[in-house]
């Protein structure tokens, strides 16, 4: 894909987006909505253009977007407002992370630089899979769950819709996160 992508978030992890985006080669631009606008006007040297809520208003100028930010309740608010707006929802994949051909990942996903995503992995939509993290094969990671920064996930592993494993984490082969859980950073399962 090529054109102008539309990031949700100018903060942190929307800048982390936006680069590997562009670094990845799959994008020309970027423009950011914030909710810090107008105080907020550039990011990365891009236009912020105004607050989250007024995708529809630049719907026309991108050919893709996505929600980049950590928490998983305002993410999927974030991707409610790119569906209504009719634009679509794309995933970012850093170009130093790796992602098995045999993976599927979900609309709206970014897998950051340095992740590992393995064999038979299903990643559902709004997924974010942080710097350094192993998904490593038959994990399943359900719509809006967050690995943070470092996590590690065994084999079969199941990671439950909305839960959020905060950074250095680890889950043993098989473990269960239910949905909506959120795990301190450092925290060991199984």
Request: proline content about 2%.
């Amino acid at each position: 894909m090529s054109g102008t992508l539309l990031v949700l978030g100018a903060g942190g992890h929307g800048k982390s987006v936006a680069e590997a985006a562009l670094l990845d080669g799959q994008w020309d631009q970027v423009l950011f909505l914030d909710d810090a606008w107008p105080d907020v006007t550039e990011a990365l040297g891009f236009d912020v253009l105004g607050k989250v809520a007024d995708v529809a208003q630049v719907a026309e100028r991108c050919q893709g977007a996505i929600a980049a930010v950590g928490n998983n309740a305002v993410r999927e608010q974030w991707i409610g407002l790119i569906e209504g707006a009719g634009v679509e929802l794309v995933s970012v994949v850093h170009p130093k992370a790796w992602v098995s051909p045999s993976a599927v990942v979900g609309a709206g996903t970014a897998v950051m630089a340095g992740a590992v995503v393995g064999t038979v992995v299903e990643v559902g939509k709004g997924v974010i899979i942080n710097a350094n993290a192993t998904v490593d094969h038959d994990v399943v990671m359900e719509e809006l769950s967050h690995i943070g920064v470092g996590v590690q996930l065994a084999g079969g592993v199941r990671v439950g819709a909305r839960a959020w494993l905060q950074a250095g984490g680890s889950c043993g082969y098989g473990v269960v996160v239910e949905a909506g859980v959120v795990l301190g950073a450092g925290t060991v399962l199984g």
